[in-house]
C-alpha cells in the first residue's frame, strides 16, 4: 500500500525540485518490499535474526537509558523462537554461519554475566536457538530464483546494470589495476610479479602491540589533512565523535573485514570504526592500514554518514544506498591521494591491489549468485588476488550472505570518478556539492553536479 501511495506521490512531483525525494523514497520502500516478500534473508540466513539481536544489545549497552538493557534482555527469548519459526529452507552453509555465530554470542553472554551483568534468560534461548538450528537439515544450495540476482544488482543495489554488464566493467577494472601493479612492480621491485612484490610492502609496527592506537593516531592524521585541504564542509563534527575498537566477537562470524558503523541521529551523533584483529601476531600492519582508515573514517564512511544526519532535508538522512555508500569510500582514497595525504614510494601499489582485490570479490559475487562458480573455485579465484588460504575462504563464505554487495565497491567508485574528472582537480568543491544531497541516486546527482560546473 505505501509502494502505490508513494509511487503517486513520486508521480505528482515530477518535473518539481522535490522529485529526488519522491523518487528515493520510492526506491527504498520497493527494495525493502521485495527484500523482505522475494528475497527473504529472514527465512534462510539464521545470522540475520542473530545479527539483529547483536547489535539491538550493543546498542542497549550504550544507551543513557536504564530501561534499555533489561528491556532487550527479557524480550530475547521471545525474539529467538519468533526467528526459528521464521526459518526454512535454510543452505547447510547459512546454518554454519549460523552455528558460529551462536557460540560467539554465547561467549559474550557468558563475558557480560561474569563482568556483572544481568543477561536474564538469554542464555537458555540461545542454546536452544542452536539445538534447532543443529536439527535442521541444510539445503545443499544458497542460491536464489534466476531472476533475483540480476533485480538485486540492477536495482536494490542501485547499480543501474544488469551482471553481465557489471561484469564486464568490474574485468575492465582488472585489467586496468594489473597495469598499474605491473608498472609499480618493475620499479619497485625489478623482476619479480604484483602478487610477489605485495610480500614486500613496508610494515608499520604498533607501539606496545596496541594496533588499535595506530589507527586512532592515523584517524587523527587524516582529519587533520582534511580540513588543511578543504575537504571538510564547514561545521563537520571532528573526531570527537568518531571511535575506533575492535570488531566485538559476536560479529566475526559475518564480517569480513574493518568496518564503520554510525549511530543514526540528527543531529550527528558519530560511530565506530571496527578494526579486525588480525596480522602479524597482532602486533601492527602493513602500510595499507592507512588507506582502509580513509575508507572507513576521513573522508570516508564516517564523514559520509555525519553529513546525511546534518541535512536540513529530514527525508534524506536516514538513506542509504549501497553503490552510493562503498562508491564514496572508495573515492575517499582517490581523493586523499591527490591531496598529497600518502607520498610513499608504495603508496599507488598499494590504491592499485585494494582496487584489483575490490573488484576481484565483485567478479566473485557475480559467480557465486549466478552459479558460474562454486565455493571452492571462488576461494581460489580471491587467492589469485593476493588473499590468502584462510582468509579467501571465510570471505566467500560471508559473500553469499549478501547477493551482490561486491560489485558496489567497483562500479560505484568509476561512477564517482567519472564525476570527479569534469571538477577538473577541485577536491573541496566536489566533496561539499556531492555530501550536501545525501546518498541519492547516481543519475540524479550527475545532473546536479552538471549544474554546479555549468556555474
Request: charged share 30%; with cysteine; proline share 5%.
Amino acid at each position: 500500500r505505501w509502494e502505490e501511495r508513494l509511487g503517486e506521490a513520486a508521480d505528482a512531483l515530477s518535473g518539481t525540485k522535490d522529485q529526488v525525494d519522491g523518487a528515493a523514497l520510492l526506491h527504498a520502500i520497493r527494495t525493502l518490499r521485495e527484500q523482505l516478500g522475494e528475497v527473504r534473508p529472514h527465512r534462510t540466513q539464521p545470522t540475520w535474526h542473530l545479527t539483529v539481536a547483536a547489535a539491538g544489545l550493543a546498542e542497549a549497552l550504550e544507551s543513557d537509558d536504564p530501561r534499555a538493557w533489561p528491556e532487550r534482555i527479557t524480550r530475547l527469548p521471545a525474539f529467538f523462537d519468533r526467528a526459528r519459526r521464521c526459518l526454512d529452507a535454510v543452505p547447510s552453509l547459512f546454518l554454519d554461519l549460523g552455528l558460529r555465530m551462536v557460540r560467539d554470542l554465547q561467549t559474550w553472554m557468558q563475558e557480560l554475566r561474569a563482568g556483572g551483568r544481568d543477561i536474564g534468560e538469554t542464555g537458555g534461548a540461545l542454546k536452544r536457538f542452536g539445538e534447532d538450528l543443529r536439527g535442521m537439515s541444510g539445503k545443499a544450495t544458497f542460491l536464489l530464483k534466476p531472476d533475483l540476482p540480476e533485480r538485486i544488482v540492477s536495482e536494490h543495489l542501485g547499480c543501474g546494470a544488469g551482471m553481465d554488464d557489471a561484469a564486464a566493467e568490474i574485468d575492465d577494472e582488472i585489467r586496468e589495476m594489473e597495469e598499474v601493479l605491473e608498472e609499480e612492480s618493475a620499479r619497485l621491485v625489478p623482476g619479480r610479479s604484483w602478487i610477489e612484490a605485495a610480500g614486500e610492502v613496508p610494515f608499520e609496527r604498533a607501539a606496545g602491540g596496541d594496533v588499535l592506537e595506530l589507527y586512532r593516531r592515523e584517524v587523527g592524521r587524516l582529519e587533520k589533512h582534511c580540513r588543511a585541504a578543504g575537504l571538510l564542509p564547514p561545521g563537520t563534527p571532528g573526531s570527537v565523535l568518531l571511535q575506533v575498537e575492535a570488531v566485538p566477537g559476536f560479529l566475526a562470524a559475518v564480517r569480513a573485514s574493518d568496518a564503520y558503523g554510525a549511530r543514526p541521529g540528527h543531529p550527528p551523533r558519530g560511530g565506530t570504526f571496527y578494526v579486525l584483529r588480525h596480522g602479524r601476531g597482532g602486533e601492527g600492519r602493513s602500510a595499507g592500514y592507512r588507506m582502509t582508515t580513509a575508507h572507513e573514517t576521513w573522508p570516508g564512511h564516517h564523514l559520509l554518514d555525519c553529513s546525511r544526519w546534518s541535512l536540513e532535508n529530514p527525508l534524506r538522512r536516514p538513506l542509504e544506498k549501497p553503490l552510493f555508500y562503498e562508491g564514496w569510500a572508495c573515492l575517499a582514497e582517490e581523493i586523499m591521494f591527490r591531496a598529497g595525504a600518502w607520498q610513499e614510494e608504495w603508496d599507488r601499489f598499494l590504491l592499485a591491489k585494494r582496487r584489483l582485490r575490490r573488484a576481484v570479490r565483485g567478479m566473485v559475487d557475480l559467480g557465486l549468485q549466478s552459479g558460474r562458480m562454486g565455493l571452492d573455485e571462488a576461494a581460489a579465484c580471491l587467492e589469485r588476488a593476493a588473499f590468502s588460504p584462510r582468509e579467501a575462504r571465510a570471505a566467500v563464505a560471508k559473500y553469499a550472505l549478501r547477493p551482490g554487495y561486491q560489485v558496489c565497491y567497483t562500479l560505484g567508485l568509476r561512477r564517482f570518478l567519472s564525476f570527479l574528472e569534469a571538477f577538473e582537480g577541485e577536491l573541496g568543491l566536489f566533496v561539499s556539492a556531492v555530501l550536501v544531497e545525501g546518498e541519492i541516486g547516481f543519475d540524479d546527482l550527475g545532473k546536479i553536479l552538471a549544474g554546479h560546473q555549468s556555474k
